[in-house]
């Protein structure tokens, strides 16, 4: 179906409109925790919306947008798949026992939450989601033969394997809605996309859809610049609520859907009260954030390139803060390590991670550019990090124009 409307054809007012509306939308949260995965890596098969197309009333770009910036959905429950092609290489399940090990040490609980994000970085996984308002959500991961929650009551965070029988507790009083879990959401993701929209990027109302049963607009942002890995975004957006229903990212190289996250089920009526109770079980083991948090040891730094005394924080404010290159898109994230590059002789993990990747020069020396679908990275031997959802070659430009 034909677009509704797209950005190009709004003259200078109708263009303000539209980025303070799109401003709007980026910085509204629906209070739904979701176990989520960093750098939105996730994603719902696209065969999981009904067919047919509803006959909706047209409605522009800008009026969507400001229909997601209104929504105000704070009760629902409901079923998300979840599914991943980062086109990662295939270490024959070593890449797994890799992350299990990086989450869990020491005294680590397989019920800590961040154990679980990796999980839901390849392959499909099917969600049970349920919320009311800020301070209660939950969240299910079903697996083969056991289910782990994540549990937001009040203050009480709980987290439950029940494979391992063991449990993870933390208390907060910080706003959860803005949560690594709660981007995992086609809400969250969609806020953070909207973040990226600017003179940069075309929206258009690209027809309409079901989706879990719920007649929906589709909203479709795609980059105008070259250069970058990202293909269109495309975010089903429900036409009563507002709400996100479906959030879809297909590479600019084609192909099945990197990230995409929805609903196959959705109830907007207030779940039972006893949803978010958790009672532990008997005989499971329970870690708290404070014992999982000194199980970890402290990281080790060389003074040979600070100053002794100083702090593993400010040896390393360079990796919290990197410098970005770029506009848009083509924005490209720059981190400093301190001088340590990846090894490539004389080790055999070096070699072995170098293998992985595609090695590179220009005037800024030498690197290894590590790809997925999505996001690539230049590791320089130097030891600078240059990361982006950017083409190969960008990267190097780059890096040779910062020299």
């Known amino acids: ?139 299910s991961l079903l697996e083969n033969a056991a289910e782990y929650s994540l549990i937001h009551n009040g203050k009480d965070v709980w987290g439950y394997d029940s494979q391992s029988n063991e449990v993870f507790h933390a208390t907060t009083s910080a706003d959860t809605s803005k949560s690594d879990e709660t981007r995992a959401t086609p809400k969250g993701l969609t806020d953070e996309a909207l973040k990226s929209v600017d003179d940069t990027t075309s929206v258009t109302v690209d027809g309409t859809e079901h989706v879990a049963g719920r007649d929906a607009y589709k909203l479709l942002i795609k980059p105008k610049q070259s250069g970058t890995t990202v293909g269109t975004i495309s975010v089903a957006v429900d036409a009563k609520t507002g709400l996100p229903l479906k959030f879809t990212l297909t590479p600019a190289s084609g192909g099945a859907a990197v990230v995409d996250v929805g609903f196959t089920q959705l109830s907007l009526a207030k779940p039972a009260a006893s949803t978010f109770d958790f009672k532990v079980p008997k005989g499971a083991k329970v870690t708290t954030e404070d014992s999982a948090e000194k199980a970890v040891p402290a990281p080790k730094h060389s003074t040979e390139s600070g100053t002794p005394g100083k702090s593993g924080k400010d040896l390393n404010k360079g990796q919290d803060d990197p410098t970005v290159l770029g506009k848009g898109w083509n924005s490209i994230a720059v981190f400093e390590t301190g001088g340590q590059g990846i090894p490539t002789g004389g080790s055999s993990s070096g070699g072995f991670l170098s293998s992985l990747g595609d090695q590179v020069k220009g005037s800024f020396g030498s690197g290894t550019v590590y790809s997925t679908r999505l996001i690539n990275a230049l590791v320089t031997d130097d030891g600078k990090v240059y990361v982006g959802a950017v083409t190969k070659s960008a990267l190097v430009k780059a890096a040779d124009a910062a020299k």
């Open 1 to 139: 179906m034909a677009p509704y409307e797209t950005d190009d054809s709004t003259d200078t007012g109708e263009a303000d409109e539209l980025r303070s509306g799109r401003r709007r939308a980026a910085r509204y949260i629906v209070p739904v925790t979701v176990v989520g995965v960093a750098a939105a890596t996730i994603g719902l098969v696209p065969a999981l919306a009904d067919s047919g197309d509803p006959n909706l009333p047209k409605i522009t770009a800008q009026q969507l947008l400001d229909k997601v910036a209104k929504s105000d959905v704070q009760q629902l429950s409901g079923t998300v798949k979840i599914s991943t092609d980062l086109g990662l290489p295939d270490l024959g399940g070593l890449e797994s026992s890799m992350m299990s090990g990086a989450t869990k040490s020491g005294d680590g609980s397989s019920a800590d939450p961040t154990a679980k994000l990796t999980e839901l970085a390849t392959g499909s996984h099917t969600l049970r989601v349920a919320a009311d308002g800020p301070d209660k959500q939950k969240v």
